[in-house]
Protein backbone atom coordinates (compact mmCIF):
# COMPACT_ATOMS: atom_id res chain seq x y z
CA UNK A 1 0.00 0.00 0.00
CA UNK A 2 1.71 3.38 -0.73
CA UNK A 3 1.37 5.73 1.89
CA UNK A 4 -1.48 8.57 0.86
CA UNK A 5 -0.22 12.36 1.15
CA UNK A 6 -3.78 14.02 0.54
CA UNK A 7 -4.71 16.35 3.14
CA UNK A 8 -8.28 14.85 3.74
CA UNK A 9 -8.97 11.60 4.84
CA UNK A 10 -11.89 10.98 2.52
CA UNK A 11 -9.21 10.60 -0.40
CA UNK A 12 -7.36 8.08 1.68
CA UNK A 13 -10.75 6.01 2.25
CA UNK A 14 -10.87 5.72 -1.57
CA UNK A 15 -7.32 4.64 -1.69
CA UNK A 16 -7.98 2.00 1.03
CA UNK A 17 -11.19 0.91 0.09
CA UNK A 18 -10.06 0.25 -3.90
CA UNK A 19 -7.00 -1.94 -2.18
CA UNK A 20 -9.71 -3.77 0.08
CA UNK A 21 -10.27 -7.80 -0.65
CA UNK A 22 -12.41 -10.61 0.70
CA UNK A 23 -9.74 -11.63 2.91
CA UNK A 24 -9.86 -11.85 6.72
CA UNK A 25 -6.25 -9.26 6.73
CA UNK A 26 -8.34 -6.85 4.72
CA UNK A 27 -8.43 -3.49 5.90
CA UNK A 28 -11.69 -1.97 7.23
CA UNK A 29 -12.36 1.83 7.03
CA UNK A 30 -14.91 3.68 8.51
CA UNK A 31 -15.35 7.19 8.24
CA UNK A 32 -16.13 9.65 10.39
CA UNK A 33 -17.81 12.58 8.18
CA UNK A 34 -17.51 15.99 9.61
CA UNK A 35 -16.61 18.13 6.66
CA UNK A 36 -13.11 19.26 6.73
CA UNK A 37 -12.28 17.52 10.33
CA UNK A 38 -13.40 14.08 8.82
CA UNK A 39 -10.84 11.39 9.56
CA UNK A 40 -10.90 7.61 9.33
CA UNK A 41 -11.42 4.58 11.84
CA UNK A 42 -8.70 1.69 10.12
CA UNK A 43 -9.66 -2.29 11.10
CA UNK A 44 -7.28 -4.90 10.55
CA UNK A 45 -4.41 -6.73 11.52
CA UNK A 46 -0.98 -5.77 11.78
CA UNK A 47 -1.59 -1.75 11.14
CA UNK A 48 0.86 -0.38 14.03
CA UNK A 49 3.89 -1.56 11.71
CA UNK A 50 3.08 0.12 8.95
CA UNK A 51 1.35 3.37 10.90
CA UNK A 52 3.15 5.73 8.37
CA UNK A 53 1.16 4.34 5.31
CA UNK A 54 -2.69 4.76 7.08
CA UNK A 55 -1.47 8.52 8.21
CA UNK A 56 -3.48 11.16 6.22
CA UNK A 57 -0.18 12.96 5.42
CA UNK A 58 3.37 12.33 5.66
CA UNK A 59 5.00 12.76 8.64
CA UNK A 60 8.32 14.18 6.97
CA UNK A 61 10.11 16.51 9.05
CA UNK A 62 7.31 16.15 11.85
CA UNK A 63 8.05 15.85 15.72
CA UNK A 64 6.09 12.80 17.11
CA UNK A 65 4.92 12.06 20.25
CA UNK A 66 3.65 9.31 22.02
CA UNK A 67 1.62 9.36 25.35
CA UNK A 68 1.27 5.72 26.67
CA UNK A 69 0.47 3.89 29.79
CA UNK A 70 2.84 1.26 32.01
CA UNK A 71 0.59 -1.51 30.62
CA UNK A 72 0.93 -1.45 27.16
CA UNK A 73 3.84 0.40 26.70
CA UNK A 74 6.27 -2.71 25.94
CA UNK A 75 4.72 -3.97 23.75
CA UNK A 76 2.73 -1.82 21.84
CA UNK A 77 3.95 1.50 22.46
CA UNK A 78 7.37 0.77 21.61
CA UNK A 79 5.75 -1.24 18.27
CA UNK A 80 4.81 2.28 17.19
CA UNK A 81 7.88 3.79 18.12
CA UNK A 82 10.01 1.23 16.24
CA UNK A 83 7.79 1.76 13.20
CA UNK A 84 8.01 5.88 13.62
CA UNK A 85 11.51 5.99 13.63
CA UNK A 86 12.12 4.34 10.88
CA UNK A 87 9.61 6.62 8.76
CA UNK A 88 10.51 10.43 7.92
CA UNK A 89 9.77 11.53 11.17
CA UNK A 90 11.93 14.42 12.56
CA UNK A 91 11.99 12.90 15.74
CA UNK A 92 9.45 10.06 18.30
CA UNK A 93 9.52 10.76 22.07
CA UNK A 94 7.58 8.76 23.97
CA UNK A 95 6.15 9.52 27.85
CA UNK A 96 4.56 6.37 29.94
CA UNK A 97 2.13 7.26 32.71
CA UNK A 98 0.97 5.04 35.58
CA UNK A 99 -2.08 2.37 34.13
CA UNK A 100 -5.64 3.31 35.94
CA UNK A 101 -8.66 5.69 35.99
CA UNK A 102 -6.51 8.08 38.31
CA UNK A 103 -4.35 8.98 35.71
CA UNK A 104 -7.54 10.97 34.03
CA UNK A 105 -6.37 13.61 36.47
CA UNK A 106 -4.85 17.33 36.51
CA UNK A 107 -1.40 16.19 37.49
CA UNK A 108 -1.48 13.71 34.50
CA UNK A 109 -2.60 17.13 32.09
CA UNK A 110 0.21 19.11 34.22
CA UNK A 111 2.59 16.20 33.45
CA UNK A 112 1.67 15.37 29.45
CA UNK A 113 1.65 19.13 28.44
CA UNK A 114 4.74 19.89 29.92
CA UNK A 115 6.11 17.14 28.49
CA UNK A 116 5.21 18.21 25.10
CA UNK A 117 6.38 22.37 26.00
CA UNK A 118 9.91 21.01 27.21
CA UNK A 119 10.85 18.82 24.21
CA UNK A 120 9.85 21.39 21.16
CA UNK A 121 6.23 20.40 20.68
CA UNK A 122 5.04 23.00 17.62
CA UNK A 123 1.51 22.91 15.79
CA UNK A 124 2.57 20.42 12.88
CA UNK A 125 3.84 18.67 15.56
CA UNK A 126 1.24 14.74 15.85
CA UNK A 127 0.72 13.21 19.44
CA UNK A 128 -0.20 9.56 19.56
CA UNK A 129 -2.27 7.90 21.91
CA UNK A 130 -1.62 4.09 22.87
CA UNK A 131 -3.73 2.98 25.14
CA UNK A 132 -6.94 2.40 26.54
CA UNK A 133 -10.13 5.09 27.26
CA UNK A 134 -7.98 6.74 30.26
CA UNK A 135 -4.82 7.28 27.78
CA UNK A 136 -6.87 8.27 24.64
CA UNK A 137 -9.23 10.56 26.67
CA UNK A 138 -5.99 12.42 28.49
CA UNK A 139 -4.25 12.67 25.21
CA UNK A 140 -7.14 14.06 23.26
CA UNK A 141 -7.63 16.75 25.88
CA UNK A 142 -3.60 17.75 26.04
CA UNK A 143 -4.00 17.70 22.23
CA UNK A 144 -7.04 19.80 22.15
CA UNK A 145 -5.37 22.54 25.23
CA UNK A 146 -1.59 22.26 23.57
CA UNK A 147 -0.46 25.24 21.31
CA UNK A 148 -4.50 25.93 21.62
CA UNK A 149 -4.42 22.22 19.33
CA UNK A 150 -2.16 20.21 17.81
CA UNK A 151 -3.12 17.22 15.65
CA UNK A 152 -3.51 13.98 17.35
CA UNK A 153 -3.93 9.88 16.69
CA UNK A 154 -5.49 7.77 18.64
CA UNK A 155 -4.17 3.86 18.85
CA UNK A 156 -6.95 2.08 20.89
CA UNK A 157 -5.16 -1.17 23.04
CA UNK A 158 -8.43 -1.84 24.05
CA UNK A 159 -12.24 -3.47 22.71
CA UNK A 160 -13.88 -0.53 24.61
CA UNK A 161 -11.64 2.33 23.10
CA UNK A 162 -11.51 0.38 19.68
CA UNK A 163 -15.19 0.63 19.95
CA UNK A 164 -16.42 3.66 21.64
CA UNK A 165 -14.36 6.31 23.70
CA UNK A 166 -11.35 6.35 20.41
CA UNK A 167 -14.26 7.39 18.10
CA UNK A 168 -16.19 11.10 17.99
CA UNK A 169 -14.03 13.33 20.26
CA UNK A 170 -14.32 13.03 23.33
CA UNK A 171 -11.92 13.78 25.72
CA UNK A 172 -11.52 15.27 29.23
CA UNK A 173 -10.62 13.86 32.58
CA UNK A 174 -12.09 13.54 35.93
CA UNK A 175 -12.27 15.16 38.92
CA UNK A 176 -13.70 14.72 42.51
CA UNK A 177 -17.07 15.83 41.77
CA UNK A 178 -17.35 13.47 38.77
CA UNK A 179 -15.90 11.28 35.56
CA UNK A 180 -15.91 13.40 32.74
CA UNK A 181 -16.41 16.78 33.49
CA UNK A 182 -13.66 18.60 32.26
CA UNK A 183 -12.50 18.24 28.63
CA UNK A 184 -13.00 19.29 25.06
CA UNK A 185 -14.72 17.85 21.60
CA UNK A 186 -11.55 17.56 20.17
CA UNK A 187 -11.10 15.07 17.01
CA UNK A 188 -8.46 12.83 16.11
CA UNK A 189 -7.25 13.13 12.83
CA UNK A 190 -7.29 8.80 12.48
CA UNK A 191 -8.34 5.95 14.90
CA UNK A 192 -6.17 2.54 14.27
CA UNK A 193 -7.76 -0.45 15.52
CA UNK A 194 -5.42 -3.20 15.31
CA UNK A 195 -6.43 -6.50 16.04
CA UNK A 196 -3.12 -7.71 17.52
CA UNK A 197 -3.26 -5.67 21.01
CA UNK A 198 -6.37 -7.16 21.68
CA UNK A 199 -4.30 -10.91 22.20
CA UNK A 200 -2.95 -9.50 25.16
CA UNK A 201 -5.97 -7.82 26.67
CA UNK A 202 -6.28 -9.88 30.03
CA UNK A 203 -10.24 -11.68 29.53
CA UNK A 204 -12.02 -9.23 32.55
CA UNK A 205 -10.84 -6.09 29.98
CA UNK A 206 -12.22 -7.85 27.12
CA UNK A 207 -15.84 -8.32 28.66
CA UNK A 208 -16.18 -4.91 30.22
CA UNK A 209 -15.25 -3.65 26.14
CA UNK A 210 -18.27 -5.77 25.01
CA UNK A 211 -20.43 -3.57 27.12
CA UNK A 212 -19.83 -0.90 24.43
CA UNK A 213 -20.32 -3.07 21.61
CA UNK A 214 -23.73 -4.54 22.88
CA UNK A 215 -25.09 -1.20 23.50
CA UNK A 216 -25.31 -0.28 20.19
CA UNK A 217 -27.41 -3.12 19.45
CA UNK A 218 -29.66 -2.24 22.57
CA UNK A 219 -29.98 1.86 21.90
CA UNK A 220 -30.81 1.51 18.27
CA UNK A 221 -30.55 -1.39 16.13
CA UNK A 222 -32.02 -5.19 17.25
CA UNK A 223 -30.80 -6.70 14.49
CA UNK A 224 -27.35 -6.11 15.51
CA UNK A 225 -28.21 -7.37 19.16
CA UNK A 226 -29.66 -10.41 17.77
CA UNK A 227 -26.28 -10.89 15.56
CA UNK A 228 -24.39 -10.25 18.52
CA UNK A 229 -26.68 -12.91 20.68
CA UNK A 230 -26.31 -15.05 18.27
CA UNK A 231 -22.25 -14.86 17.81
CA UNK A 232 -21.31 -13.80 21.13
CA UNK A 233 -19.16 -17.47 21.81
CA UNK A 234 -17.44 -16.70 18.12
CA UNK A 235 -16.21 -12.91 19.80
CA UNK A 236 -15.23 -14.17 23.33
CA UNK A 237 -12.86 -16.80 21.30
CA UNK A 238 -11.61 -13.90 19.63
CA UNK A 239 -12.32 -15.00 16.34
CA UNK A 240 -11.12 -12.48 13.71
CA UNK A 241 -14.44 -12.46 11.16
CA UNK A 242 -16.47 -11.90 14.06
CA UNK A 243 -14.39 -9.26 16.21
CA UNK A 244 -14.04 -7.45 12.88
CA UNK A 245 -17.88 -7.46 12.08
CA UNK A 246 -18.48 -6.55 15.45
CA UNK A 247 -15.92 -3.85 15.87
CA UNK A 248 -16.64 -2.25 12.36
CA UNK A 249 -20.77 -2.20 12.91
CA UNK A 250 -20.20 -0.76 16.29
CA UNK A 251 -18.37 2.21 14.88
CA UNK A 252 -20.10 2.87 12.18
CA UNK A 253 -22.81 3.13 14.30
CA UNK A 254 -21.03 5.42 16.46
CA UNK A 255 -19.61 7.59 12.71
CA UNK A 256 -23.15 8.21 11.69
CA UNK A 257 -24.53 9.22 15.32
CA UNK A 258 -21.48 11.34 15.41
CA UNK A 259 -21.87 12.96 12.36
CA UNK A 260 -25.31 13.89 12.90
CA UNK A 261 -24.91 15.35 16.28
CA UNK A 262 -21.05 15.82 16.89
CA UNK A 263 -21.99 17.98 19.73
CA UNK A 264 -24.41 15.43 21.50
CA UNK A 265 -27.32 18.36 20.97
CA UNK A 266 -29.66 16.00 20.31
CA UNK A 267 -29.21 12.15 18.75
CA UNK A 268 -25.53 11.51 20.29
CA UNK A 269 -26.91 11.38 23.91
CA UNK A 270 -28.52 8.15 23.55
CA UNK A 271 -25.09 7.00 23.01
CA UNK A 272 -25.29 7.37 26.96
CA UNK A 273 -27.52 4.31 27.52
CA UNK A 274 -26.76 2.92 30.97
CA UNK A 275 -23.87 5.49 31.31
CA UNK A 276 -25.79 8.10 33.99
CA UNK A 277 -26.12 5.46 36.69
CA UNK A 278 -22.79 4.00 35.61
CA UNK A 279 -20.93 6.47 36.15
CA UNK A 280 -22.17 7.15 39.79
CA UNK A 281 -21.20 3.49 40.16
CA UNK A 282 -17.67 4.50 39.36
CA UNK A 283 -17.48 7.04 41.38
CA UNK A 284 -18.71 5.66 44.20
CA UNK A 285 -16.00 2.97 43.59
CA UNK A 286 -13.23 6.01 43.60
CA UNK A 287 -12.12 4.54 40.62
CA UNK A 288 -9.67 2.18 41.59
CA UNK A 289 -9.80 -0.51 39.60
CA UNK A 290 -12.39 -2.19 41.44
CA UNK A 291 -14.77 -1.76 38.89
CA UNK A 292 -14.12 -0.77 35.25
CA UNK A 293 -15.87 1.49 33.62
CA UNK A 294 -17.77 -1.60 31.48
CA UNK A 295 -18.98 -3.23 33.94
CA UNK A 296 -20.69 -0.27 35.34
CA UNK A 297 -22.33 0.51 32.37
CA UNK A 298 -23.33 -3.11 32.37
CA UNK A 299 -25.48 -2.45 35.61
CA UNK A 300 -26.23 0.87 34.21
CA UNK A 301 -28.06 -0.25 31.48
CA UNK A 302 -29.93 -3.51 33.09
CA UNK A 303 -30.82 -0.76 35.64
CA UNK A 304 -32.01 1.48 32.69
CA UNK A 305 -34.20 -1.16 31.38
CA UNK A 306 -35.62 -1.53 34.95
CA UNK A 307 -36.66 2.31 35.27
CA UNK A 308 -37.90 1.86 31.72
CA UNK A 309 -40.29 -1.15 32.57
CA UNK A 310 -40.72 0.47 36.05
CA UNK A 311 -42.36 3.49 34.20
CA UNK A 312 -44.54 0.77 31.73
CA UNK A 313 -42.25 1.92 28.79
CA UNK A 314 -41.38 -1.65 28.06
CA UNK A 315 -41.39 -4.84 28.82
CA UNK A 316 -40.15 -7.23 31.73
CA UNK A 317 -39.32 -9.79 29.09
CA UNK A 318 -37.36 -7.02 27.65
CA UNK A 319 -35.08 -6.85 30.66
CA UNK A 320 -35.18 -10.11 31.11
CA UNK A 321 -33.72 -10.52 27.92
CA UNK A 322 -30.70 -8.15 28.66
CA UNK A 323 -29.64 -9.78 31.80
CA UNK A 324 -29.63 -13.10 30.43
CA UNK A 325 -26.98 -12.06 27.65
CA UNK A 326 -25.01 -10.25 29.99
CA UNK A 327 -24.78 -12.66 32.75
CA UNK A 328 -23.90 -15.29 29.41
CA UNK A 329 -20.72 -13.45 28.73
CA UNK A 330 -19.72 -12.93 32.48
CA UNK A 331 -20.45 -9.02 33.16
CA UNK A 332 -21.90 -7.96 35.89
CA UNK A 333 -26.14 -7.49 36.11
CA UNK A 334 -26.60 -6.08 39.26
CA UNK A 335 -25.28 -3.64 42.41
CA UNK A 336 -24.79 -6.43 44.52
CA UNK A 337 -22.18 -8.22 42.56
CA UNK A 338 -19.94 -5.62 42.94
CA UNK A 339 -21.54 -4.00 46.33
CA UNK A 340 -18.34 -4.43 47.93
CA UNK A 341 -16.53 -1.87 45.74
CA UNK A 342 -18.81 0.60 46.49
CA UNK A 343 -19.08 3.24 49.08
CA UNK A 344 -22.47 4.58 49.40
CA UNK A 345 -26.32 4.25 49.87
CA UNK A 346 -28.30 4.26 47.06
CA UNK A 347 -29.68 7.74 48.21
CA UNK A 348 -25.74 8.96 47.76
CA UNK A 349 -25.97 7.13 44.31
CA UNK A 350 -28.63 8.97 42.86
CA UNK A 351 -27.17 12.29 44.14
CA UNK A 352 -23.71 11.55 42.41
CA UNK A 353 -26.24 11.51 39.21
CA UNK A 354 -28.04 14.81 39.57
CA UNK A 355 -23.90 15.68 39.25
CA UNK A 356 -23.82 14.45 35.60
CA UNK A 357 -22.80 16.72 32.96
CA UNK A 358 -26.04 15.81 30.99
CA UNK A 359 -28.45 17.66 33.72
CA UNK A 360 -31.04 20.21 32.21
CA UNK A 361 -32.05 22.88 34.23
CA UNK A 362 -31.99 20.89 37.33
CA UNK A 363 -33.29 17.93 35.62
CA UNK A 364 -31.73 14.56 34.97
CA UNK A 365 -31.65 13.48 31.32
CA UNK A 366 -32.14 9.55 31.50
CA UNK A 367 -31.93 7.23 27.92
CA UNK A 368 -34.45 5.07 28.83
CA UNK A 369 -35.94 2.18 26.23
CA UNK A 370 -38.86 1.01 24.63
CA UNK A 371 -37.82 -2.47 23.89
CA UNK A 372 -34.61 -3.67 22.81
CA UNK A 373 -32.92 -1.34 20.12
CA UNK A 374 -35.70 1.52 20.54
CA UNK A 375 -33.67 4.09 23.10
CA UNK A 376 -34.93 7.48 23.37
CA UNK A 377 -33.75 9.83 25.86
CA UNK A 378 -36.50 11.28 29.17
CA UNK A 379 -36.12 14.14 31.46
CA UNK A 380 -39.82 13.81 33.10
CA UNK A 381 -38.27 10.86 35.79
CA UNK A 382 -39.79 10.47 39.12
CA UNK A 383 -36.25 10.41 41.23
CA UNK A 384 -38.39 8.38 43.84
CA UNK A 385 -38.28 5.21 40.88
CA UNK A 386 -34.82 6.09 40.43
CA UNK A 387 -33.78 5.20 44.14
CA UNK A 388 -36.27 2.29 44.37
CA UNK A 389 -34.04 0.80 40.66
CA UNK A 390 -30.81 1.17 42.93
CA UNK A 391 -32.08 0.46 46.14
CA UNK A 392 -33.69 -3.20 44.52
CA UNK A 393 -30.10 -3.71 42.81
CA UNK A 394 -28.36 -3.80 46.38
Known amino acids: MHKSTSKHASTQKEGLESAMNETLNAVKAVNVGLGNRSYDILIGRDLIADIENYMPYDLDGRS ?127 VLCDF ?9 EFRAGYAEVVKYGLLGDQEFYAWLDDHKEALFRKEEEALAHAIAASCQKKADIVKADEKEGGVRALLNLGHTFGHALELSAGFDG ?81 GIGAAYTERDVDIDDVIAVVAESY
Open 196 to 204: DVLESLPDR
Open 64 to 190: VFILTDENVQEQHAHKLMNALETGAAASVQLLSLPAGEKTKSWPFVQQATEWLLENGVNRQSVLFAVGGGVIGDLAGFVASITLRGIDFVQVPTTLLAQVDSSVGGKTGIDTAQGKNLVGAFYQPVL
Open 290 to 370: GLLHGEAVAIGTVLAFRLSACMGCCDDSDVAFVVKHLDAVGLPTSIKQVADHLHHTPQEIVDFMRKDKKVYKGQLTFVLVR
